[in-house]
């Protein structure tokens, strides 16, 4: 535990830290690109789900909505990985010490696997997805959801 708080004592006085930091208004544009590519990628993989579910964009065969979405998934966590970064190297107290963060990473490792999996079945030409399949895409949404809530967390609970 001391050596988090030691880690995150000397990130926060790293000059690209104190940069972020001292620049007005950076951690509220950074948190502004983070929240509109989490909700855009909230909504894609709703609607991935959705159609795994057998719901949502049925004119569209699973294989070819997977092959739209999922690249998009994957070039949206690469731009929230990047923001997160910044937001953990501006406030890394406020995070690397918060167990919210820690359950948000394990929660989004989770659901990144389930998007892997989902996405590589429909690649496949899955046609009509198991029970198995529409279990995994209802946890996809709510570990979605999860993030989200723990995400909003890290600014409201006590570091430990």
């Not at 894609?44 to 049925?58: D, K, P, S």
């Not at 294989?63 to 966590?77: D, G, S, T």
């Not at 948000?104 to 690649?123: D, F, Q």
Request: with cysteine; aromatic share 8%.
């Amino acid at each position: 535990m001391e050596a988090l708080h030691t880690f995150s004592e000397w990130l926060s006085r790293t000059a690209f830290s104190e940069l972020i930091q001292t620049t007005n208004g950076a951690i509220a544009m950074i948190q502004v690109v983070h929240i509109l590519c989490l909700s855009t990628l909230f909504s894609c993989a709703l609607l991935l789900a959705l159609r795994f579910m057998g719901r949502g964009l049925v004119s569209d065969t699973l294989q070819q909505l997977a092959a739209r979405l999922a690249p998009l998934i994957w070039k949206l966590l690469l731009v929230l990985l990047i923001t997160g970064l910044l937001l953990i190297t501006a406030e890394p107290e406020r995070t690397i010490t918060n167990l919210a963060f820690y359950v948000k990473v394990v929660m989004l490792t989770l659901v990144s696997l389930l998007t892997l999996w989902l996405a590589a079945s429909a690649r496949r030409g899955l046609t009509s997805p198991s029970p198995l399949h529409m279990a995994a895409a209802a946890c996809m949404i709510l570990l979605w959801g999860g993030i989200i809530v723990a995400g909003r967390l890290i600014a409201y609970t006590q570091s430990y």
